[in-house]
C-alpha cells in the first residue's frame, strides 16, 4: 500500500497565507454567480468545473509559487477553467492573464463571458492543428511562435495539455515558453509519467482509463484502443531531462494519484523555473 507518492521539491516556494487561500478557493468553488459555460459546451474533461478550477488555484500557489502580482500566460487555455478562478485571484493593478487556445469556440466563451468583467484577462485563438481539438488547424504545433515578447510572463500555466500533445510539439512549446518567461518566471504543467508504478500498475488501483502502452521506444504512451491524441503520457524522465535542456531547472516534481492512491492532485505536476542564462 502507497500512502504518499513522491514529490522532490528544490528551491523555494514564497511564502503564502494558506488559511487564506483555502478560503479563497473554498468561495470560489461554492460561488454560483462566477462565470460558468453551458454543461453542453465544456470540452476539457468531465468533473466540476468550478471545483477543478479552485483546486489547480490552489495547487498553482501552494506548489508553483503564483502571486496576485503575476504576468500569467495559460497555454491551452479551453473553456477558461484555469482563467475564472485567477479572476478571484490575480491583483487589478499589476496581475494580469492571457489565455490562448486552438479551439475558437472555448477562446470565444472566454471572451464574451469572462474579458468584458476583467480588463487584464485576455484571451486569443490561435489556429494550431491538433488531430482532436483542432483538426484543420493551419499551424503545425512544432512550428508555432507565440504571439508574445521576449521575457514578459512570471507564471506559465499548461495544466491537462501536454496530456494530448506528441514529444516534438513538446519540445517546441518548451524553447517558446522559455523564450516568452522572465529569468526566475516559472512553468507549471502538469502531465502523466510513466514511472514503474504507473507502467507496472504495481498497486492495480492505476486509473482503469488510464492503461498506457508504450509507443515503439518511446516516450510517447498512448492508450491502447483510442486515437494516440486522446492521452499522452510520457517516460519518467524524458520530461525533466527536456525541461534542462531548454533552460528550465526543475523546482518541483510531485506525482499524481492516476497511477495509484496518495498524492494530493490527480495528474503529475512539474514545475520549472527559467535559469538565467542558457546555452
Ligand atoms: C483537456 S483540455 C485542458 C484545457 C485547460 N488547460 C484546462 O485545464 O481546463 C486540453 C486543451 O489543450 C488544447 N490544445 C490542444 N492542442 C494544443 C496545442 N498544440 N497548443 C495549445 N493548446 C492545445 C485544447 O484545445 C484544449 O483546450
Not at 500566460?73 to 482563467?83: F, S, V, W, Y
Not at 514578459?152 to 517546441?172: G, K, N, R, Y
Request: with cysteine; glycine share 12%; net charge negative.
Amino acid at each position: 500500500m502507497i500512502d504518499a507518492l513522491p514529490r522532490i521539491e528544490v528551491g523555494a516556494t514564497p511564502p503564502h497565507d494558506d488559511a487564506q487561500l483555502a478560503w479563497l478557493t473554498d468561495s470560489i468553488a461554492r460561488n454560483r454567480f462566477l462565470p460558468q459555460p453551458d454543461p453542453s459546451n465544456i470540452f476539457v474533461g468531465d468533473g466540476d468545473f468550478r471545483a477543478i478550477g479552485a483546486e489547480f488555484l490552489g495547487h498553482f500557489v501552494r506548489l508553483g509559487g503564483l502571486r496576485p502580482s503575476h504576468r500569467v500566460l495559460d497555454i491551452g487555455c479551453g473553456i477558461g477553467r484555469m482563467a475564472v478562478p485567477l479572476t478571484q485571484y490575480l491583483d487589478g493593478e499589476h496581475g494580469r492573464y492571457d489565455g490562448v487556445d486552438p479551439v475558437e469556440g472555448g477562446i470565444r466563451w472566454c471572451k464574451s463571458a469572462v474579458a468584458p468583467h476583467y480588463p487584464n484577462f485576455s484571451f486569443q485563438h490561435l489556429d494550431i492543428a491538433h488531430d482532436l481539438y483542432n483538426p484543420k488547424g493551419a499551424i503545425k504545433g512544432r512550428a508555432l511562435t507565440l504571439p508574445f515578447a521576449d521575457g514578459q510572463f512570471d507564471f506559465i500555466i499548461m495544466t491537462s495539455v501536454v496530456t494530448h500533445l506528441p514529444a516534438d510539439e513538446v519540445m517546441a512549446y518548451l524553447r517558446e515558453i522559455v523564450r516568452v518567461l522572465r529569468v526566475g518566471g516559472r512553468l507549471f504543467m502538469s502531465a502523466f509519467i510513466v514511472d514503474d508504478i504507473a507502467a507496472k500498475n504495481a498497486t492495480g488501483r492505476r486509473d482503469p482509463r488510464l492503461g498506457f502502452a508504450r509507443a515503439g521506444q518511446g516516450p510517447c504512451w498512448f492508450v491502447p484502443g483510442q486515437p494516440p491524441l486522446a492521452a499522452v503520457g510520457f517516460d519518467d524522465g524524458f520530461l525533466d531531462t527536456a525541461f534542462d535542456r531548454t533552460g528550465l531547472s526543475v523546482v518541483l516534481k510531485s506525482l499524481g494519484h492516476w497511477r495509484a492512491p496518495g498524492g494530493s492532485h490527480y495528474q503529475d505536476i512539474l514545475v520549472g523555473e527559467r535559469l538565467r542564462s542558457h546555452a
